[in-house]
């Protein structure tokens, strides 16, 4: 997704809550025509102020975080971060949830991380001005979270080593254009139906993630066709468990811009141990 200018001064995150799984959600799931209007318009103004966009973009990565640091990462002061978020919270695009003296905002849902990246395929890129601009647009290609889940070069990767080692089968996770029916970049794929094998059920576990106690209310395996690499990403259930079991292992880490995840040099001999997952 494109990034958006940062304020001049270098903002601090503020306290963040640590990865953890993420609350179950039942995503969007029927094929059928919706059977009412929605309120395209009212939604598309939401997003459309800059300073709520970057607020989106920041919370983009699934975690919650507090208005100090949303305001900061926007480049606007306390009070107009206040207004805008209170805008987002009643058109239901983020909640909010009191802790102590702060309040903490998340995304109301990954549908809302889909609708951003989907925009993003059509919203003309912002022009890079700075090194800075440059270092955070190809750590975003490199690896990335997709709401809850891995995406990017990393995520891709992730995928096909699960693929090649059989704790996946039903496709070869290329996304092919001419070929595909329903399936578009940027968005939850359609067309193909992954099952997770016996043997990926022994392999995973020896990662310490439990298939029988995947986050409930929501499908166990899916995908995405990844924005930048054109490819598929694990979602879903699983993708999420595995992620915040690669963070538990200390394998990726959070990058100081939103959504930028790093792999860790422990993650790296781990992953090559485990699923001979190389990333160049």
């Known amino acids: 997704m494109p990034k958006a200018p940062r304020s001049?001064?270098?903002?601090?995150?503020?306290?963040?809550?640590?990865?953890?799984?993420?609350?179950?959600y039942e995503p969007y799931e029927t094929h059928e025509p919706l059977k009412q209007q929605t309120d395209i318009a009212r939604a598309a103004a939401l997003i459309a102020d800059p300073s709520r966009a970057r607020i989106l973009k920041c919370l983009a990565d699934g975690r919650a975080l507090p208005a100090s640091a949303l305001a900061q990462e926007a480049g606007i002061g306390a009070a107009t971060a206040s207004a805008h978020l209170a805008k987002l919270v009643k058109g239901e695009f983020v909640t909010v949830e009191q802790r102590g003296r702060h309040r903490y905002y998340r995304l109301f849902g990954p549908d809302v991380s889909a609708a951003l990246e989907?925009?993003?395929?059509?919203?003309?890129?912002?022009?890079?001005?700075?090194?800075?601009?440059?270092?955070?647009?190809?750590?975003?290609?490199?690896?990335?979270?997709?709401?809850?889940?891995?995406?990017?070069?990393?995520?891709v990767a992730l995928m096909q080593a699960l693929l090649d080692h059989g704790v996946l089968t039903g496709h070869d996770g290329i996304h092919r254009p001419?070929?595909?029916?329903?399936?578009?970049?940027?968005?939850?794929?359609?067309?193909?139906s992954?099952?997770?094998?016996?043997?990926?059920?022994?392999?995973?576990?020896?990662l310490g993630v439990d298939?029988?106690?995947?986050?409930?209310?929501?499908?166990?395996?899916?995908?995405c066709v990844d924005w930048s690499e054109h490819q598929h990403h694990l979602a879903g259930g699983l993708g999420a468990t595995l992620t915040t079991r690669l963070f538990d292992l200390g394998w990726v880490r959070w990058g100081a811009?939103?959504?930028?995840?790093?792999?860790?040099?422990?993650?790296?001999?781990?992953?090559?141990?485990?699923?001979?997952?190389?990333l160049t």
């Open 8 to 24: 001049p001064r270098e903002p601090t995150r503020g306290p963040a809550e640590p990865h953890k799984p993420y609350e179950p």
């Open 118 to 155: 989907a925009l993003a395929l059509i919203a003309p890129p912002l022009a890079i001005t700075s090194l800075k601009q440059s270092n955070r647009t190809n750590a975003l290609h490199r690896s990335r979270t997709c709401y809850d889940h891995l995406a990017g070069r990393l995520g």
């Open 178 to 192: 001419d070929q595909a029916v329903r399936d578009r970049p940027s968005s939850y794929g359609r067309d193909i």
């Open 194 to 206: 992954y099952e997770l094998t016996g043997e990926g059920k022994v392999i995973l576990a020896g």
């Open 211 to 223: 298939t029988d106690r995947l986050p409930p209310r929501r499908p166990a395996i899916r995908y």
């Open 257 to 278: 811009a939103p959504r930028v995840v790093h792999l860790t040099d422990e993650g790296a001999a781990g992953l090559e141990r485990t699923l001979g997952l190389m």
